[in-house]
């Protein structure tokens, strides 16, 4: 019973032709078939890959056995293309394709695990399925392994191998041009991956993984386009998260990608990266600013040395932003609390000393004076010391008055007077306090609450001690405070107020073009940040980080654009180089310098792949040299040496050029190409005349030239000349018999003619003459041979002895060679050759005496004559057509650039003073040997103009002019 691919093929094949009711259910059973199989083989494979090799291949070989089935569907590729696009036409539903793939992977876990019958009974199988050829491979190569002791299995590998090298040769241009990376993968895998034991070409190998790599990077560069998109959408919106999420990913696909990076997109993502490397610098500034603001703030609350706190304070104004003010305020009341501190301290050890001093003399002097009185004076000191520690002083001052009163010696005593002396001295420092407390108070004080000195206010809150004098401070606190905090939100309105301008500004310079005046406008911008960071220090933190923000994208944008006018500066310079190049030679150079030295350049490749066709310029220009091969025969006389010249040029021309835009006169060009023909037809019009009846005839005129005229052979009369043309003797006989042409073969027989004889040497003469024309005139008759025949007819109407017979015979042969050589005269001249031809019968016996006339015919005379005259005039004259030809010739004028939005655009060195024709050269498509002229604009009214954008306008190709 047939399977269901020969009932396909059957039915394909069918003579009367292909059906829609046949196809349609064979396609639906193709497609339940290779479901049922692609559904097992996959369920098997899923094994495979959990490692269950042995299950794995006892599912596949279950009856049905799926692999079998497998071998049983496969269709060739290019058969089942046909297939599927005949199915697509008939609308019939396309089945699911045959998964290779995983009937690989089984018959390489089969081949690992069979023995050698088993493989051997598997090679038959494959082999009557007609399975392919890299399936049967695998399995003989793993007989040769299990049967190393036979040498046949070596030998069929290796006759296989070169069979499939063939399929291979044949398979990898058709899959490297689908583009299908699965299945390049797996030829890529068979190539490199197999024990061969015939190497297959290495270069199948490199073209098949170009295509991959080619394949990968196209996908790269599509997925770093996304990636570009989205990061500049993040710039543009200062999303710096989504910005460094993007960037990784980016990183990442660059490592991936194996060419270079597109300008345009490098272009695109460099603003970013600049603005995130900036981020990252204005962060680790503000870190940086912060620590030290914090180094000062902590030396500040554990009361460091001077010293300490000047370093911590120097590094807080290392930076553009200063230190917070009310930070710079408590350090220099810190900083004048400890130069106080240092002084009291001084103070208070000279004042101890001298206490000291005192206590000891007085001690020493009433020791023993007063020792009774000891333990009374300690009491009275003890409550006195106590008093003065608890800081009550009117208690200590009432004590003292008290004891004044009741012991003035008590209180005389040293210990007591010290103590009272510490009372005063302490109600004299209050009284100090309270009046520097008064003061600070009032040198904090102000009309205006933003003239209020913190500093001084804070030295007078440290000398409050009272409710009353702290709730002096206290009120002048909130006044400040209140007034900071309506200065804070004015600072901050109008700081966004500014930064919104400055947004709107940047992203018009964005939008524009990047030239210096974007970057001088980045400049301002950042002057204006700078400004507005120290003119708002009132401002919010949000609406000063916002400055922060703002900066980084600001400096990156203007590094970008430094960057691009750097890179378009010398992409001007080397193009001034390029058009400034002296000829084509130096033009490719300065190309491949300018591809060299800018590879991110738009232009690079194409200069570099312009540059490579630099033979293609001269072989184009080998028109020139044959276009002066043409003028040079066209101003001179034609020779043989002259167009054997320009036949070789020709030639050369034909061999490097397959088209040109130029077309020569049809004039000249006519002159040149019916050279050798016209040569021909002269031999046989004027050379030939010597082999005509009426080369060797004389006219004799009997009756003294009033007679009849008769034709005689030149021959004869020289040797009978005396006897027969001389003088008559006297007498009455005038008569002699002479030789004359009977008929127009130029018999002759003897007929009694009546003297005397006039003999006039026609048209034997006439004959010379055109012969000596031929011989003497033969270039100048290929020259004008218009012209030149015209005039042989004019100098044959003048013949005055020639008859008038002969001389329209001669007229007709005379004007049928110039018209078969000539298409002007053959057109023009069509009834005067008519009449000419219609009167052979009047002239047909010439040979017969008549009356001697020699002038033609009155209608030859009042039609032809005029005619021919008329068409002398007016005849094209080749002589006029040397200068336009040489005009015809390619100049090259300048070379095509892309513009800075990458349009196509000429650049001319030398600018035509006339409108004329633009082309360029490209290797012919036909014939990669030979160059090929294409037409790409015109020159008009001094200005180039290109033609619609095609494939051929490639920067770095000349352009060259030629006329209208």
């Known amino acids: 019973m047939a399977t269901i691919v020969e009932l396909i093929r059957q039915s394909l094949a069918k003579r009367d032709g292909i059906s829609e009711a046949a196809l349609r259910p064979l396609a639906?059973?193709?497609?339940?078939?290779?479901?049922?199989?692609?559904?097992?083989?996959?369920?098997?494979?899923?094994?495979?890959?959990?490692?269950?090799?042995?299950?794995?291949?006892?599912?596949?070989?279950?009856?049905?056995?799926?692999?079998?089935?497998?071998?049983?569907?496969?269709?060739?590729?290019a058969e089942l293309e046909g297939w599927f696009d005949i199915l697509q036409f008939l609308d019939i539903p396309v089945p699911p394709t045959l998964n290779h793939d995983h009937v690989e992977q089984l018959n390489e876990a089969i081949v690992e695990t069979q023995p050698i019958e088993s493989l051997l009974k598997r090679h038959r199988r494959l082999a009557i399925a007609r399975a392919p050829l890299a399936w049967r491979l695998k399995i003989l190569r793993r007989i040769a392994e299990v049967d190393a002791s036979s040498s046949v299995w070596e030998e069929d590998i290796e006759s296989w191998e070169k069979v499939r090298h063939k399929q291979i040769a044949t398979e990898a241009p058709r899959l490297i041009s689908t583009a299908d990376p699965k299945t390049l993968r797996s030829l890529q895998e068979e190539l490199t991956q197999t024990a061969w034991r015939i190497r297959p070409d290495a270069k199948i190998a490199k073209q098949v993984q170009a295509a991959l790599t080619r394949l990968a990077d196209s996908q790269t560069l599509a997925q770093l386009e996304s990636v570009a998109t989205t990061l500049y959408d993040a710039f543009c919106e200062f999303d710096e998260p989504t910005a460094r999420q993007q960037l990784t990913v980016w990183n990442e696909l660059l490592q991936q990608l194996s060419s270079p990076l597109p300008a345009a997109l490098r272009e695109q993502v460099e603003p970013v990266i600049l603005w995130l490397e900036e981020v990252d610098r204005e962060t680790l500034r503000r870190n940086q600013r912060a620590a030290a603001i914090g180094k000062l703030e902590s030396a500040l609350d554990r009361?460091?040395?001077?010293?300490?706190?000047?370093?911590?304070?120097?590094?807080?104004?290392?930076?553009?932003?200063?230190?917070?003010?009310?930070?710079?305020?408590?350090y220099h009341v810190v900083v004048e609390e400890l130069q106080l501190t240092k002084k009291r301290r001084f103070q208070a050890i000279i004042s101890a000393i001298l206490a000291t001093a005192t206590i000891l003399i007085v001690a020493l002097i009433w020791w023993q004076l007063e020792s009774a009185q000891q333990k009374r004076i300690a009491k009275t000191a003890s409550e006195f010391q106590s008093l003065l520690d608890s800081d009550n002083l009117d208690g200590a001052s009432t004590f003292y008055n008290k004891l004044a009163a009741v012991d003035p010696q008590l209180a005389a005593t040293p210990e007591i007077a010290s103590f009272a002396g510490q009372l005063q001295s302490r109600i004299n420092q209050n009284q100090e306090r309270q009046a520097q407390f008064e003061k600070y108070l009032a040198e904090a004080d102000a009309e205006l609450d933003s003239d209020i000195d913190l500093s001084a206010l804070h030295r007078a809150e440290e000398l409050a001690q009272s409710d009353e004098e702290r709730g002096k401070v206290f009120v002048m606190q909130r006044r400040k405070s209140d007034w900071e905090s309506a200065i804070a939100s004015q600072h901050t309105e109008q700081l966004l107020a500014q930064l919104t301008a400055i947004h709107e500004r940047v992203e018009t310079i964005e939008r524009g073009p990047a030239n210096q005046d974007a970057r001088l406008q980045l400049g301002d911008v950042l002057d204006e940040l700078t400004s507005l960071q120290s003119s708002y220090l009132r401002a919010s933190t949000s609406a000063r980080n916002q400055i922060a923000s703002v900066r980084p994208r600001v400096i990156s944008m203007r590094n970008a654009i430094e960057k691009k006018m750097g890179r378009v500066e010398e992409e001007s310079r080397l193009l001034s180089s390029l058009l400034e190049a002296k000829s084509l030679d130096q033009l490719a150079t300065e190309?491949?310098?300018?591809?060299?030295?800018?590879?991110?350049?738009?232009?690079?490749?194409?200069?570099?792949?312009?540059?490579?066709?630099?033979?293609?310029?001269?072989?184009?220009?080998?028109?020139?040299?044959?276009?002066?091969?043409?003028?040079?025969?066209?101003?001179?006389?034609?020779?043989?040496?002259?167009?054997?010249?320009?036949q070789s040029s020709k030639s050369a021309m034909q061999s490097q050029v397959n088209q040109s835009l130029i077309q020569l006169p049809a004039l000249a060009m006519d002159r040149l190409d019916r050279y050798d023909e016209r040569r021909s037809i002269l031999k046989n019009v004027l050379g030939g005349l010597p082999d005509t009846v009426i080369a060797d005839l004389f006219t004799v005129v009997e009756s003294n030239g009033n007679g009849n005229r008769h034709f005689i052979y030149k021959t004869?009369?020289?040797?009978?000349?005396?006897?027969?043309f001389g003088p008559f003797p006297e007498g009455p006989s005038k008569q002699r018999s002479i030789e004359v042409v009977t008929n127009d073969t130029g018999a002759v027989a003897t007929q009694l003619l009546t003297g005397e004889y006039v003999v006039h040497k026609e048209p034997y003469a006439t004959i010379h003459n055109l012969l000596v024309a031929y011989q003497t005139q033969h270039n100048q008759l290929l020259d004008d041979w218009d012209g030149e025949f015209l005039k042989l007819v004019a100098t044959l109407r003048k013949r005055e002895n020639l008859d008038g017979q002969i001389k329209e015979m001669l007229l007709q042969h005379l004007l049928s060679g110039a018209c078969e050589g000539s298409d002007y005269l053959s057109t023009n001249l069509v009834n005067e050759l008519q009449l000419l031809k219609e009167r052979n019968v009047e002239i047909a016996n010439w040979y017969e005496p008549t009356n001697q006339n020699t002038t033609f015919t009155p209608p030859i005379e009042q039609e032809l004559i005029p005619r021919l005259a008329s068409l002398y005039s007016e005849r094209p004259n080749p002589k006029t057509i040397a200068p336009q030809i040489r005009n015809q010739r390619f100049e090259w004028v300048g070379i095509l650039v892309r513009n800075t939005s990458g349009q196509i655009a000429p650049q001319l060195q030398l600018p035509p003073e006339s409108d004329c024709n633009l082309a360029i050269v490209r290797p012919s498509p036909r014939d990669k040997t030979k160059a090929e002229w294409v037409s790409v604009g015109e020159m008009k009214a001094g200005q180039p103009r290109l033609s619609d954008s095609h494939a051929d306008l490639v920067a770095g190709r000349p352009i060259f002019s030629y006329p209208k």
Do not use: C
Request: glycine share 2%.
């Open 591 to 646: 190309m491949k310098r300018f591809a060299s030295r800018l590879p991110e350049s738009s232009m690079a490749e194409e200069f570099k792949r312009v540059a490579e066709e630099r033979s293609i310029w001269d072989q184009a220009l080998s028109w020139n040299e044959y276009v002066d091969a043409v003028v040079k025969p066209l101003q001179s006389t034609l020779s043989e040496r002259n167009m054997m010249q320009m």
């Open 303 to 330: 009361k460091l040395s001077l010293d300490d706190l000047e370093r911590a304070y120097q590094q807080t104004s290392l930076y553009d932003e200063p230190p917070p003010e009310e930070l710079v305020q408590r």
């Open 716 to 724: 004869y009369f020289e040797q009978r000349s005396k006897d027969r």
């Open 28 to 77: 639906a059973t193709y497609a339940v078939e290779v479901t049922r199989v692609n559904g097992r083989l996959s369920a098997a494979v899923a094994l495979l890959h959990k490692g269950l090799r042995s299950e794995a291949i006892q599912s596949a070989s279950v009856p049905p056995n799926a692999i079998d089935d497998a071998i049983k569907l496969d269709i060739p590729e």
